[in-house]
């Protein structure tokens, strides 16, 4: 079977700017915050096939792969760097190749081994459709998660007393109109009782009544 060459080769970047002219200026080193970082070699891709045998290789030429790992050492003595049956014997750090749908996702697993059984995760990337990815931690993810969560819970606090405050001042200005409202009504109503106890006493003094009548108009006065 042949396999593509494995020289090292710059990474490219889908907005990466052309590399200046001089000596090359050192990589990130493996393991470090890369999720901002996407990596794609279109030349290799319309060279050679991507499936789960020579996507090893491709991932290789990437700023994420560590070129101290096992499979390294494998590859340098003409192993295929992810034959389990060696890798199980080795300790340090290993790419492993944990989940594949050819030829659109490749999901590889960095791990430390301490023994056959004993293995420790440590960083996960995956190949989409031929651009490779870091995936970030899950610790990142919640805690960008809960950033936001609690963004948006602030916003609407915010937003909610802002409100509030507009009702508030609302139900002051109107409970301030009711009163001077009722206020007016009351005077309204206290000058109208005055105007028609003035009619009656003025009836009173004009009119003369019999003895019975006087007494039922005192009733119904009072």
């Keep these: 079977m042949a396999t593509p060459p494995v020289l090292p080769q710059l990474p490219t970047n889908f907005e990466a700017n052309p590399p200046p002219m001089g000596p090359t200026p050192p990589q990130q080193p493996p393991g470090t915050d890369m999720t901002g970082i996407c ?106 998660r809960v950033g936001r969560a609690l963004y948006y819970i602030s916003k609407a606090f915010g937003t909610a007393a802002s409100k509030l405050e507009k009702i508030g001042y609302v139900d002051s200005e109107n409970e301030g109109a009711a009163s001077e409202s009722k206020t007016g009504k009351e005077v309204i109503d206290f000058k109208e009782v005055k105007r028609i106890d003035l009619i009656l006493a003025s009836l009173q003094r004009k009119v003369t009544f019999d003895i019975s009548d006087q007494n039922v108009w005192s009733c119904n006065k009072r």
């Design 39 to 144: 990596f794609r070699d279109q030349l290799w891709l319309n060279t050679y096939p991507l499936d789960r045998n020579l996507v090893f290789d491709y991932f290789a030429l990437s700023p994420f792969y560590d070129w101290t790992c096992n499979n390294e050492q494998l590859r340098s003595q003409s192993i295929h760097p992810l034959d389990l049956s060696h890798l199980l014997k080795m300790t340090g750090t290993e790419y492993m190749l944990s989940e594949v749908m050819e030829p659109h996702l490749f999901v590889f697993r960095k791990q430390k081994r301490d023994s056959a059984e004993k293995v420790t995760p440590m960083l996960t990337y995956y190949v989409l459709d031929g651009s490779i990815y870091q995936a970030p931690q899950l610790c990142s993810v919640f805690a960008a």
